[in-house]
């Protein structure tokens, strides 16, 4: 077999290699390990998605190639939630692509935009995707510090002139994985801004808009005058009706950079989604049922965060709960690192945590808690979590 290319270098060992060989021998020795890593929505996509699915499966004309761009009646779909969701208007012909899933669109979006040398301003910590396909496309990621002084969303007056005239692209994502925190409209003018100065794409990555709580309501970016002329958005069905494994989502804004930049990548590369799949996604946005699904997923996160919390602060740990998103972030307690405490508790609690430090090193310090488990594993988990803190 000859060398894989020089590039794959560039892709950080796996952080977690560690943890997981420590959870595979205590499964194989019998014992009950009760992941809290995960994330990905445990419940079912809704029933009226699948029979639209079941139905559409069957359709003949879908099974051929589908549009490259996705299906029409899909991109009307996105174009009308988004105006009735967050105002935004779109042109479902030139401002709303179909992708198969996030995802692939955020690392192909990179590969469009990124040459050599170009600068790409990451949150840190984030969604590995950002990083390492950046660095895959010889770009020179540039990071943005998350830190709880400043609710976890970055300072951009702290990025030095040149570099910011080097960037081509800045990535964001609110309601934020790992860290739980939301991003105002405010917020997102001032980084509107700073792209119109230096020329930078805005990539806003949405895909927790709708996982939200206490009466919360997320913005998109767009909402943002003139932010189309800057920004694209990204939003996925992944997270709000449960379908992480049928792998569908839009990316919405500016028409260039999807059409002329994130398009030809994609013509070039994948040949677009199932379009009975699209159809269920269709469904998935337009039943009258819709809404009222993801305010029940909405309640059910909540309360286990809610019983998160509440046991974690038992445990002596300090948390707090957030407005969005379905996960915890942690801060460990003093004298541990993130791993050295994500080994603890699976050693002494049978329970896996994931170590912040995987998502950047300002992750360092912070473990992330998923609520995509039942409740009474959940509860299990928090039990346990406190015995091995507190005896
Ligand atoms: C889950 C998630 C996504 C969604 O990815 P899909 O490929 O659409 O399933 C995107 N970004 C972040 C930060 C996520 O956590």
Sequence with gaps: MPKVAQRIATVPPYLFAQIDKKKSELMSKGVDVISLGIGDPDLPTPDFVV????????????HQYPDYDGHLLFREAVADFYKRRFGVDLDPKQEVLTLIGSK????HLIWAYVDPGDVVL???PAYPVYQIHASLAG????????????????????????????????????PNNPTGAVASLDFYEEVVAFCQRY????????????????????PSVLQVPGAK???VEFWSFSKPFNMTGWRIAAAVGNADALYKGLGIIKTNTDSG??????????????????????????????????????GLRAAGLQVEPPKGTFYLWVPVPKGHTSTSFAELLLTEAAVVVTPGVGYGQYGEGYVRISLSLKEERLKEALDRIRKALKG
Excluded: C
């Design 199 to 218: 020329d930078i794409l805005l990539v806003s990555d949405n895909a927790y808009s709708e996982t939200t709580f206490d009466g919360y309501v997320a």
């Design 273 to 310: 989604q199932f379009t009975a799949i699209q159809m269920a996604a269709v469904e998935a946005l337009t039943h009258p049922q819709s809404e009222a699904f993801i305010r029940e997923m909405n309640a059910i996160y909540q309360r286990r965060r809610d019983l998160a919390v509440e």
């Design 104 to 107: 692939e669109g955020l690392a």
């Design 139 to 174: 770009g020179t990621p540039y990071f943005l510090p998350l830190t709880r002084e400043r609710n976890f969303l970055p300072d951009l007056s702290l990025v030095p002139e040149e570099v910011a005239r080097r960037a081509k692209l800045l990535f964001l994502n609110y």
């Design 122 to 124: 990451i949150p840190d």
């Design 229 to 231: 002329e800057v920004a």
């Design 51 to 62: 029979e639209r699915m079941q139905r559409e499966v069957a359709n003949s004309r879908w």
